[in-house]
């Protein structure tokens, strides 16, 4: 939950992946989704759920490291 600093009543796009945690926390209730037109299919698992929303973000390789999930680099080696 990164994204989300109460301290300043921020959230950070950058590492916002759109779960509605925010939302939730709010204490004011002065934060709210707006739906996505068209809707993204829903993901069939939350793994698949995590891997689209980092893939999006750019975050996927940190997500799967965090997971113990190897990394294909296409034949290149990785900084691991």
Do not use: H
């Not at 950058?14 to 204490?27: E, N, R, Y």
């Not at 809707?39 to 929303?53: K, Q, T």
């Amino acid at each position: 939950m990164d994204a989300v600093s109460m301290d300043d009543a921020a959230v950070d796009p950058d590492k916002c992946i759109g779960c509605g945690l925010c939302v939730s926390a709010c204490p004011t209730e002065a934060i709210a989704l707006i739906p996505r037109y068209p809707a993204p299919d829903v993901p069939p698992n939350m793994f698949e759920w995590g891997r689209r929303a980092t893939e999006a973000k750019g975050t996927l390789n940190e997500y799967l490291k965090e997971l113990s999930v190897p990394i294909d680099t296409g034949g290149e080696q990785s900084d691991d």
